[in-house]
């Protein structure tokens, strides 16, 4: 069975809708259950048909089943597919322990496309995780997902990106066998592909 740094390890995907949260979520929790670890998922959705925020919270432990909501200040690892949606999380699940993977490419709220609020600079929000957290990474997922031809990869990039951070026991093996099992036989290699290149974007 894998080992985890701490039981449980609580885990949050953090993002807004279209992003691919909830498959994020589930290709994360197949992973580790390969791994012999039990895994809760809880996901709490805004107003996602109208682009707001989406989370998954993902509790792992080897040694039995939790709840599926994470208690407030108790999140070990935050995924943010969007980075503002970061510094949301970490300000009502955060502690200064936590570590931050997080997507460089920003989605604008409504409030910020009508003028009404300012969006903060990536440098800012950057500024900001890293007061808030243990450590961090920043990564242009959705770019070089584009690049690969489908921005909705720029999730499973992220899943490689998190396993190159060390973080949680999860592997390529474990990311093959899982996307092999879920996922049309043609569309395996484009996600290894993506896997791939988000683990060479932290290491």
């Known amino acids: 069975m894998a080992i985890l740094a701490k039981d449980p390890t609580n885990v949050i995907i953090t993002g807004v809708g279209g992003q691919g949260n909830v498959l994020a979520s589930r290709l994360l929790g197949n992973m580790l259950s390969r791994k012999g670890l039990n895994v809760t998922i809880g996901e709490t959705f805004g107003a996602s048909q109208r682009g707001g925020s989406v989370m998954s919270h993902l509790r792992i432990s080897a040694k039995g089943s939790w709840s599926p909501q994470i208690p407030k200040g108790a999140a070990d690892v935050v995924v943010a597919l969007e980075p503002i949606e970061a510094l949301r999380v970490l300000g009502e699940y955060g502690h200064p322990g936590v570590k931050v993977l997080a997507n460089t490419r920003s989605i604008y709220p409504v409030g910020c496309i009508s003028g009404d609020m300012a969006y903060p600079s990536l440098e800012e929000v950057k500024k900001g995780v890293g007061e808030l957290s243990a450590a961090s990474w920043f990564i242009d997922a959705t770019d070089e997902a ?14 490689g990106a998190l396993a190159g951070t060390g973080v949680l026991p999860i592997d390529r093996e474990t990311f093959t066998q899982t996307v092999t099992a879920a996922m049309d036989a043609s569309k395996v290699d484009i996600n290894l592909k993506a896997y791939d290149l988000g683990l060479s974007l932290v290491q």
Request: glycine share 14%.
């Open 146 to 159: 584009v690049k690969l031809g489908a921005a909705i990869l720029g999730n499973v990039i992220m899943m």
